[in-house]
T-cell receptor, first 114, second 110 residues
Framework: ETGVTQTPRHLVMGMTNKKSLKCEQH?????MYWYKQSAKKPLELMFV???????ENNSVPSRFSPECPNSSHLFLHLHTLQPEDSALYLC?????????????FGPGTRLTVT | TQLLEQSPQFLSIQEGENLTVYCNSS?????LQWYRQEPGEGPVLLVT?????EVKKLKRLTFQFGDARKDSSLHITAAQPGDTGLYLC??????????FGPGTRLSVLP
């Protein structure tokens, strides 16, 4: 079972391009997350959506624009990125009705900005 | 800002050996998760600990949450090459302030 899927798995884009990353969760969760994982740095939480509403934005540059049309789908729109934005972008989902917020991750999109 | 530290940063051992990795913070968490991540893949959830002093076992893996809910350890008995990966701990406070540690990269040699 592929609970959280992400497309594309790999993306190479120039600094002037516009692209979008897609995430879909099949777990019935109501919260979705975007993380950035760079080499030699801990996972960085970028955005949190709970019941389609953005509840957290950790000072992410405006060249990253999230969109959550429903509880199952999450997008990350990219434009005018910088080479330092190259990283593994991970999507996760969780249930938020209880006290424990276990996150389930997708396989990630490996982004290279040239 | 809550921070999680993990030690050691790197660990290379022979198949069959035992090992312990640590996750420490000065902050209290409502729950703490352990994940394993393989190259080019997303982290996979191994366990969640919630109660101070709690011990959970998953086959050869034993997880412990500190009494004060600030730290945790992962002990692997008789490590196998399939245990190789990046082990991450993550803490939160009832869904707020998610934070990940930098990870322990484990290599188990046959």
């Amino acid at each position: 079972e592929t609970g959280v899927t992400q497309t594309p798995r790999h993306l190479v884009m120039g600094m002037t391009n516009k692209k979008s990353l897609k995430c879909e969760q099949h777990l019935g969760h109501n919260a979705m997350y975007w993380y950035k994982q760079s080499a030699k740095k801990p996972l960085e939480l970028m955005f949190v959506y709970n019941f389609k509403e953005q509840t957290e934005n950790n000072s992410v540059p405006s060249r990253f624009s999230p969109e959550c049309p429903n509880s199952s789908h999450l997008f990350l729109h990219l434009h005018t990125l910088q080479p330092e934005d190259s990283a593994l972008y991970l999507c996760a989902s969780s249930e938020t009705s209880g006290k424990i917020y276990e996150q389930y991750f997708g396989p990630g999109t490996r982004l290279t900005v040239t | 800002t809550q921070l999680l530290e993990q030690s050691p940063q790197f660990l290379s051992i022979q198949e069959g050996e035992n090992l312990t990795v640590y996750c420490n913070s000065s902050s209290v968490f409502s729950s703490l998760q352990w994940y394993r991540q393989e190259p080019g893949e997303g982290p996979v959830l191994l366990v969640t600990v919630v109660t101070g002093g709690e011990v959970k076992k998953l086959k050869r893996l034993t997880f412990q949450f500190g009494d004060a809910r600030k730290d945790s350890s992962l002990h692997i008995t008789a490590a196998q090459p399939g245990d190789t990966g990046l082990y991450l701990c993550a803490g939160d406070n009832y869904g707020q302030n998610f934070v990940f540690g930098p990870g322990t990269r484990l290599s188990v040699l046959p």
